[in-house]
Antibody
Framework: QVQLVESGGGVVQPGTSLRLSCAASGFTFSIYGMHWVRQAPGKGLEWVAIIWYDGSNKYYADSVKGRFTISRDNSKNTLYLQMNSLRAEDTAVYYC???????????WGQGTQVIVSS | DIQMTQSPSSVSASVGDRVTITCRASQGISNWLAWYQQKPGKAPKLLIYAASSLQSGVPSRFSGSGSGTDFTLTISSLQPEDFATYYCQQINSFPRTFGQGTKVEIK
């Protein structure tokens, strides 16, 4: 069965960096676009970034552009989100999700919590 | 960026009720719209894709309709497990954007 398992979250200070990982299994990872979506405490969903199945294209939300980098290693079936210059407003649960039939998000991980606080 | 506006923000309903949630896009998105259900502490779940296609395994009491700028999600007969928050998302252009959510509460 399809599984997505995020890791790498934690408590960090403003201005520092963190790298999230999403380990995929149960499907052919290398043929799917992958996404990161986040949810701040008590708030709605915010789309963060997408990477094409082969890594050839990437798009970002304006709120993270220039600070976050999405990447993938198809040999390891793993998706990454490198987050630099973290701000308090980046505090959220971060989900990875698989794109289906034009980027509908059909499978989601359980999420990893990121807290940015001094 | 395309803005997605859901209404209402919350709705109180009883088991067996018909519930309709509306999502409006700030510009035309054809049928590039998804609906998700999220329960507290859980990841979202895809219900409807391409505006009106039922995702595999989702009960048939859920349906979606619309095209262009106006979309609806309908739950024909609300069940206890349907009390949750529902989000629409446009996948027509980048950045992908979600509606603010509609919370379906027990009356």
């Amino acid at each position: 069965q399809v599984q997505l398992v995020e890791s790498g979250g934690g408590v960090v200070q403003p201005g520092t960096s963190l790298r999230l990982s999403c380990a995929a299994s149960g499907f052919t990872f290398s043929i799917y676009g992958m996404h990161w979506v986040r949810q701040a405490p008590g708030k709605g969903l915010e789309w963060v970034a997408i990477i094409w199945y082969d890594g050839s294209n990437k798009y970002y939300a304006d709120s993270v552009k220039g600070r976050f980098t999405i990447s993938r290693d198809n040999s390891k079936n793993t998706l990454y989100l490198q987050m630099n210059s973290l701000r308090a407003e980046d505090t959220a649960v971060y989900y990875c999700a698989r794109g289906f039939e034009g980027d509908h998000l059909d499978y989601w991980g359980q999420g990893t919590q990121v807290i940015v606080s001094s | 960026d395309i803005q997605m506006t859901q209404s209402p923000s919350s709705v109180s309903a009883s088991v067996g009720d018909r519930v309709t949630i509306t999502c409006r896009a700030s510009q035309g998105i054809s049928n590039w719209l998804a609906w998700y259900q999220q329960k507290p502490g859980k990841a979202p779940k895809l219900l409807i894709y391409a505006a009106s296609s039922l995702q595999s395994g989702v009960p048939s009491r859920f349906s979606g309709s619309g095209s262009g700028t106006d979309f609806t999600l309908t739950i024909s007969s609300l069940q206890p497990e349907d009390f949750a928050t529902y989000y629409c998302q446009q996948i027509n252009s980048f950045p992908r954007t979600f509606g603010q959510g509609t919370k379906v509460e027990i009356k």
